[in-house]
């Protein structure tokens, strides 16, 4: 209108300019308006929202209009959230089965106990053959309730790192040699023979808790043996390492375990055989117990298996 006016000299330039500075600060100013109450307060709010719900870090700089800025926080928010949601439900499907397993692993002995004192209250308590046996499977089953509390409150120290190691100086050749003592009975019933790779002529000194150490030992040939085939072999290899760490590997001819559940071993009350094993006893707790001990000394575990050849758990020790 300005210029067309100007054309037809009915405005000056003085008016022409005035106009056209006044139309432009009008329009500048209504623009500037309708950006700041219908965009940018609404950036802000989603702004202010995410800020809220990220309670580690309260954003306090400005808030500015860059779209790209905000798009780029909204995307690294929202992947940061998948991220915990996917953990969270993880989390939520081992607590579900962990949860299943504990109960039918107390449930069993549970119901074995209530089962023979009910039968001893109904009046089999009188005969005096039937009630002695009875008490005996009673207290069996009383015995691995006892078994399987002890492993949890066990993993529940090492777990929250309350359970105090004796870090001490001992030999472990000795050690394995006690465990192989300890379970030679055990190994005669299936004619499973425990031995060493080789003979080991001077001892091996190492660094760790020696009682948790053979706990740790004896858990691994416990399950060698009950996994193992008959007439089969569980060996036991000291090796170097680097400069001050030393592999102790035990080493069986088993049925091995399927590439799938190997990463699943050390879960507390994982089974790879669900039925078998139960028939086999154990709390369901002994490679979970042995994987927190292991790495409560600042150490790795490693397994490596095949179906019908064998399987070789092994972790590592501070060389004395």
Same mark, same amino acid.
């Given at each position: ?23 432009? &600060? ?33 954003? /306090? ?7 790209? +800025? ?10 940061? /959230? ?6 969270? /439900? ?13 109960? %039918?692993? #107390?449930?069993?002995? #549970? ?10 209250? *109904?009046?089999?308590? %009188? ?25 949890? @409150? ?40 425990? +031995? ?16 948790? $150490? ?19 072999? +569980? ?16 080493? *069986? ?38 994987? %927190?001990?292991?790495?409560? %000394? @600042? ?9 019908? $050849?064998?399987?070789?758990? &092994?972790? +590592?020790?501070?060389?004395?």
């Amino acid at each position: 209108m300005g210029v067309f006016l100007y054309l037809y000299h009915v405005g000056s330039t003085f008016q022409l300019a005035v106009f056209a500075f006044a139309t432009y &600060s009008v329009s500048f100013l209504i623009i500037q308006y309708r950006v700041e109450k219908f965009i940018y307060k609404r950036i802000n709010k989603i702004y202010k929202d995410l800020t809220l719900l990220e309670s580690v870090s309260f954003r /306090k700089n400005s808030i500015t209009t860059d779209m790209a +800025t905000l798009t780029k926080q909204i995307d690294q928010y929202a992947k940061n /959230k998948k991220l915990e949601i996917e953990t969270l /439900k993880v989390r939520e499907e081992y607590r579900k089965e962990f949860m299943g397993n504990v109960s %039918h692993e #107390l449930k069993t002995p #549970l119901f074995t106990v209530q089962g023979y004192l009910e039968t001893l209250l *109904d009046g089999a308590i %009188h005969d005096e053959k039937v009630s002695s046996k009875y008490l005996e499977r009673a207290n069996k089953g009383v015995e691995r309730l006892i078994y399987i509390v002890k492993d949890l @409150d066990m993993i529940t120290k090492l777990e929250v790192g309350d359970l105090r190691l004796d870090i001490a100086t001992f030999d472990i050749v000795q050690l394995v040699q006690s465990v192989f003592e300890l379970l030679e009975m055990k190994a005669a019933k299936k004619k499973i023979t425990l +031995t060493f790779d080789m003979h080991y002529k001077e001892p091996i000194m190492v660094k760790g808790d020696e009682e948790r $150490i053979q706990q740790v030992l004896t858990n691994l040939v416990v399950n060698s043996i009950k996994y193992g085939r008959e007439k089969g072999t +569980t060996e036991v290899s000291i090796e170097k390492l680097i400069k001050n760490k030393v592999i102790v590997r035990v080493t *069986d001819n088993g049925e091995g375990i399927e590439k799938k559940n190997i990463p699943r071993l050390f879960e507390r009350f994982y089974r790879v055989d669900k039925s078998g094993s139960r028939k086999e006893g154990g709390s369901g707790l002994g490679l979970a117990i042995v994987k %927190h001990i292991v790495e409560a %000394h @600042d150490e790795k575990i490693y397994v490596e298996s095949e179906i019908n $050849i064998g399987s070789e758990f &092994s972790f +590592t020790l501070e060389k004395a």
